[in-house]
T-cell receptor, first 110, second 117 residues
Framework: DAKTTQPPSMDCAEGRAANLPCNHSTISGNEYVYWYRQIHSQGPQYIIHGLKNNETNEMASLIITEDRKSSTLILPHATLRDTAVYYCIAPGAGSYQLTFGKGTKLSVIP | GAVVSQHPSWVICKSGTSVKIECRSLDFQATTMFWYRQFPKQSLMLMATSNEGSKATYEQGVEKDKFLINHASLTLSTLTVTSAHPEDSSFYIC?????????????FGPGTRLTVL
């Protein structure tokens, strides 16, 4: 797995975009980046993943830098229900085991 | 994504008893399931990987004789905590692996909170 580094916590005002960064400078060329989130006392929820192109789905957008050493998860209009711990994970190429780090605790503030 | 259920959602038991937790993939045939545990204020830790019809692969430090995993079908995996002790109190979460278009995604169950008195 590539090591990932995330800030331990972030605040975001309700209705504003939440931008969560992740550093994965040791990622290899064919390793994907996955994002999950865990709302308190629930199982993790898959959000999005990408390889090198930016991705968007109904939940979020994923921006990956050209050198692939970092990425940003964007929640375009954060709501109180988006308060959770967000995990950025880069399992090794060909691996399907997810190693969860400490993630970023996002607090959406009214 | 796949819908994953766990039963029970919470359980309280006495020290020394065994507890079985079920994980079901409701709309997806899961050849691979994973079991994690999460202690308070900590991240998820992978315990074991189970493939349908074969023995589970345990992570280092996880006792296979204490945490029995059975993956008898493509939709059901069970985790049995044998002779549970208070230090086994934790949040146990299963996940199923999905493969679509060459990607790997995991879909998680809601978790089971075990409290051992």
């Amino acid at each position: 797995d590539a090591k990932t580094t995330q800030p331990p916590s972030m605040d975001c005002a309700e209705g504003r975009a939440a931008n969560l960064p992740c550093n994965h400078s040791t990622i290899s060329g064919n390793e994907y980046v996955y994002w999950y989130r865990q709302i308190h006392s629930q199982g993790p929820q898959y959000i999005i993943h990408g390889l090198k192109n930016n991705e968007t789905n109904e939940m979020a957008s994923l921006i990956i830098t050209e050198d692939r050493k970092s990425s940003t998860l964007i929640l375009p209009h954060a709501t109180l229900r988006d308060t959770a711990v967000y995990y950025c994970i880069a399992p090794g190429a060909g691996s399907y085991q997810l190693t969860f780090g400490k993630g970023t605790k996002l607090s959406v503030i009214p | 994504g796949a819908v994953v259920s766990q039963h029970p959602s919470w359980v309280i038991c006495k020290s020394g008893t065994s507890v079985k937790i079920e994980c079901r993939s409701l709309d997806f045939q899961a050849t691979t399931m994973f079991w994690y545990r999460q202690f308070p204020k900590q991240s998820l830790m992978l315990m074991a990987t189970s493939n349908e019809g074969s023995k589970a692969t345990y992570e280092q430090g996880v006792e296979k004789d204490k945490f029995l995993i059975n993956h008898a079908s493509l939709t059901l995996s069970t985790l049995t905590v044998t002779s549970a002790h208070p230090e086994d109190s934790s949040f146990y979460i299963c996940s199923v692996r999905g493969v679509a278009g060459g990607y790997n995604e995991q879909f998680f169950g809601p978790g089971t909170r075990l409290t051992v008195l």
